[in-house]
Structures are given as structure tokens and as C-alpha cells.
């Protein structure tokens, strides 16, 4: 069964409804004083995970339309990419205004304390850029180079699994399946030797981050 223009819209209303209610629940959760013991934290790592899972399911979208043919799936992933930026802003949102109150001061401190911060910035900022270049004025301006920077969704999906990885203190499980399933969809997305290629340098990046956590341990 293909899609049509009309199922389609109502599968775009579906990714709204699981985009939102997420949301809707913590803050039922935040306002019932049911977050944990810290909810500062909760909302924090909440929305982190929100935007990694929204990053997980737009990096799912094109290998499912290719494999079933749906063609009209592809025009979701604009809407799901957008939801990842959504979150991510209330992540970073959360951590400036809840953490640090605004402090920049701090911010600069807790980059030195926590470099994995410098990370998740690196990966906000390109984020950002896609966010902002998904329009399509802008889409048909840039041309070619919109697809090159577009492509950089994968590089954003690395460095969200390091800082995700980077930042948990023991509890490495959860993280660790997030860097599986990234390797699993560059496997998918990519050739057989480019795969290859950037799933070696993704390990030797893990690896890396692994050396630097313990260090900084």
C-alpha cells in the first residue's frame, strides 16, 4: 500500500502527536512535583533524550522509503528534523536557565570542568544551521550545497552520542545502544566501504571519548 497525499497528512499529524505529548508530560510531571529528586536534571536529560530519539527517526525515515518504496515518506522528514531542533533548544534551554540561571560566567567554567559541553554546542550550532537553511527559498538558493550541508546530519548524530556518552557518570548501557543504533543506520544509509570507513572512525571517536571520560574521572 503506497501512500497518498492524504494519508500523508494525517501521518505528518501522528509525528506532531509524538512530538508534543512527550512534552505535555513533563510538564504535568514538573508541575505535579514528580520529576525526581532533581528536577533540573530531569528536564534536562528529558529533553536531551527527546532530541536524540527525534534524530534517531529522522535518520530512520529515508532507509524505511527506500526499502518499502514510499516516496512520500521522505517529505516527513523535514517536520520529524525540526522536532530534533526542538528539543535540542529546550535542552540547552534548560541547562542555561535552570542550571547556570544565565550565568555565562559559569558557562566558560563548566566548558573547562565538562568538555563534552564544547561538544553538544558544536552539535547544537550545526543543528541550528539545518534548522534554519530548511526552507525551501533558502533550499532552492543554496543548490548543491544544500544537500552537502544537509549531509551533516550524520556528523551531528556522532557528536550527540559522545556527549551523551561523555556526560553520564557509570550508567554507560543507554548511550552505548544510541551508539549502536547510530552505527547500525550509517551501515544502512552509506555504501559498503564508505561505511566501513565511517563506522572505523566513529569507533576510534568512541574510543576516544572513552580514554578522555576516564581521564577526566
Known sequence: MRLTSRSLFWLKC??????????????????????????VQYIIHFTGIGALNAL????????IAKHFKQGLLLQTRRLVGLYVFAYASLHVLAFFSLDLLFAWSLFFD??????????????YILLASLAVTSLNSIRRKMGRKW???????????ILAVIHFYWSVKSEIIEPSLYILALVILLGLRFKQGKAKSITSKLLKLFMFSTKRKQSSN
Open 14 to 39: 501522528v509525528f506532531h502527536l509524538i512530538g508534543l505529548v512527550p512534552i505535555g508530560y513533563l510538564l504535568l510531571k514538573v508541575m505535579t512535583d514528580n520529576a525526581g529528586g532533581d528536577p
Open 110 to 123: 563548566e566548558v573547562l570542568k565538562r568538555p563534552y559541553i564544547l561538544v553538544g554546542a558544536a552539535a
Open 56 to 63: 534517531i527517526a529522522t535518520l530512520l525515515i529515508s532507509p
Open 147 to 157: 544537500q552537502v550541508l544537509h549531509n551533516g546530519v550524520y556528523l551531528i548524530g
